[in-house]
């Protein structure tokens, strides 16, 4: 197996759920935004490698990388990207939620 498994997975989530329920949603939505290529293009290449193994159905990875997406988005800020990183995270936080006993 590879690096994420259901340890890793879980410590990195959370981890960021700890890093995004410590912001308030003002201060979420005042993130800095910066404008480094390199850091914008790696957000871009984790989410693309995200709905890359969405669409191959290695769940697991995707989640990795979104988690890893949005951990860089807090800790840099804001780029171009942060909309479709925001709507991952919070796919991987529903996805996570299933079998926790919510019933409504």
Known sequence: KGMV?????????????????????????????????????????????CLLCVLKQQFPYGCYCALLAMELTLKIGISSHAPNVFYLYGAVEVASSFGEGNSG
């Open 5 to 49: 498994d259901n340890f890793n997975f879980l410590r990195k989530l959370i981890k960021v759920r700890r890093q995004v329920d410590k912001k308030t949603d003002e201060e979420l939505l005042t993130l800095p935004h910066f404008e480094d290529s390199k850091l914008s293009t790696t957000v871009f290449i984790l989410q693309r490698i």
